[in-house]
């Protein structure tokens, strides 16, 4: 995940990262600082400032490359009514999540997070950029509902992943097992009454 700025050495922005990473998913945005994160490093407060401006720009280069990934996932799709097309789609979008770390999906729901995330990173759109693409092939009439089962199964993974981390506390990353519980569950929501029941 390093981002160096040119002159900033790479491995101390890493650190930075992954220390805040650490410290939001246990504090949440709002209750760490710049300060708590700088002491956790053994660092000053200016030291830590040379490298980000900001608490706002640590969370921006927390945020961007699972952003990134899902635009270029999005970009990138095919048709989604093809079930290995949407397997594969339901796959990437429960690992750009598990990429930022189980411990910090958890607090996407912050509305500071969600803020920032809509004025900051212009990423208010993201979830409905999804849910078009997951129902882009659906008939008008069948619409409507196609698109609840899609808001759906997007939020059944952030869901899952906080489950997940609450019940593994002693656990970094998602494991396999619990990661393809993910995707069959985000894809058992989208499937429609009549696939699930086989009527």
């Known amino acids: 995940m390093a981002r160096s700025r040119s002159g900033a050495a790479p491995d101390t922005r890493e650190r930075i990262l992954d220390e805040a990473l650490r410290l939001f998913a246990e504090r949440g945005y709002a209750g760490a600082s710049i300060r708590d994160l700088a002491k956790r490093l053994n660092m000053t407060s200016a030291s830590l400032y040379y490298h ?4 706002e720009d640590i969370l921006d280069q927390l945020l961007a490359p699972y952003l990134e990934r899902i ?11 093809d079930p290995a097309n949407r397997r594969r789609f339901a796959s990437a979008v429960v690992d750009a999540l598990a990429q ?4 910090f999906v958890a607090t996407l729901a912050d509305p500071i997070i969600v803020g920032h995330l809509t004025t900051r ?6 979830p409905d950029r999804i849910i078009d693409a997951l129902t882009r092939h659906v008939d008008d009439a069948d619409r409507a509902s ?10 059944c993974i952030p869901a899952g992943i906080d489950a997940w981390a609450r019940a593994n506390p002693d656990q970094e990353e998602l494991d396999e097992p619990s990661r393809q519980i993910l995707v069959d569950a985000f894809l058992a ?6 696939s699930v029941t086989g009527r």
């Open 121 to 126: 990173l212009d990423a208010s759109r993201m």
């Open 189 to 194: 929501v989208l499937a429609t009454p009549t």
């Open 71 to 81: 635009s270029t996932l999005l970009a990138d799709t095919g048709d989604l009514a």
């Open 146 to 155: 196609a698109r609840l089962r899609a808001a759906c199964a997007v939020g």
């Open 52 to 55: 980000f401006s900001s608490k």
């Open 100 to 103: 930022i770390g189980p411990r």
